[in-house]
């Protein structure tokens, strides 16, 4: 049944989270889900041109949401 998920290049899952990740920013009045955004759209990219597995890429989505998290943050506080 799930068959033509296995047809789906990860890297348009990537992409279309950091997407919908950023539209959903649009409508929420924090500035937190901008940075997660920018993290899956950072992993969707890498992943078109790099051959990550599924495991790796996940594993450098959770670190580089943290990693933004956190700059972002720093990063609005001083402005």
């Known amino acids: 049944m799930a068959e033509w998920l296995d047809t789906i290049s990860t890297h348009w899952f990537w992409l279309s989270l950091g997407l919908v990740l950023g539209a959903a920013e649009m409508a929420s009045p924090w500035r937190y889900l901008m940075w997660i955004a920018l993290a899956a759209l950072i992993v ?12 790796y890429q996940v594993a450098m989505f959770v670190t580089l ?15």
Not at 65 to 79: A, L, P, Y
């Open 65 to 79: 949401s943290v990693i933004t998290v956190f700059t972002g943050k720093k990063f609005m506080q001083d402005k």
């Open 44 to 55: 969707g990219g890498l992943d078109y041109f790099l051959p990550i597995t599924v495991a």
